[in-house]
């Protein structure tokens, strides 16, 4: 079993600007790759990842040669992104692939043959060792490593295979659970969990900080301390939101050997626009997820029922 540990970093100001030079390549590959795509489509052409891949491979040294300031996993691994892209799109379960914009989910790929971790350091190549804000949860086979930024804050996502699988929970008993709005979940047994409703909560602060974003001036540096405001605000939010949908899925999947959910359609019920900020605020999908991995590395049942 393959688990992922998402752990913050404190970086110095050298090793944040190293590290946005690496999004940037990788954002700017992905959408090289993109619009290569579509020009030889448009021309009749049958591109696929790796012929794009080749292709980029041997111009890229000398028409782009500030890829080579960061490693090159930076500007290898886009071209496996994207065709994951263009096949859930063939597939009908995501839209047509856009461009990558600066600023959002900016992000780079580094393979486990290039990192090491050590304690509280985590060895990124062409940068040196960064430190992390906690050790590595999990033991077992370093599988890949994703660095991002959330807010103003970077990340490090480590992919960790196991080596021994988790206990399996001997629990036996059967739970259903009914989320809602005004109360995040009511389960059978008649408890019932009241969610934190983080969004309800800030929406004053949230607003007033969108209305001081919209007066500064765009390209000034008082719009973009005030965008990063705006970016924190928000990630506390989320913060908010996932640590409750944790707790409350860590205790149904050890409290509890089987655990029933309805088959919530949310991608239309946040089409009635008096309900939509509740139930998006609620996070009905990001708790059906995390119940389904969590379940399943216990040995627990997730039973879906039709609606």
Known sequence: MILAHQ?????????????????????????WALAEWKRQYQAGEKPTAASLKQQWNALNHDRYPCVDDVHKDANQQPFAHLSTAFGKFFRKEGQYPTFKKKGQHDSFYITNDKCAINGKRFRIPRLGWVRMCEFLRFQ???????VSRVADRWFASFAVRLDTPPPPCENQAVVGVDLGVLILATLSTGETITGPKPLRTLQQALRRCSKALSRKVKGSANRARARAKLARL?????????????????????????V?????????MV??????????????GTFRRLLAYKADAVGDKVVVVDR
């Open 271 to 284: 089409k009635n626009h008096h309900l939509a900020g509740a139930i998006s605020a609620m996070g009905f």
């Open 140 to 146: 077992g086979k370093l599988m890949s490593v994703t």
């Open 234 to 258: 928000h990630y506390r939010i989320a913060c908010q939101r996932k640590d409750s949908l944790h707790k409350l899925t860590t205790d149904l999947v050890h409290r509890f050997g089987t």
């Open 260 to 268: 029933v959910i309805e088959d919530l359609h949310v991608k239309g």
């Open 7 to 31: 752990v913050a970093l404190d970086l110095t100001q050298q090793q944040e600007a190293y590290c946005r030079r690496a999004a940037g390549t990788a954002r700017f590959t992905y959408n």
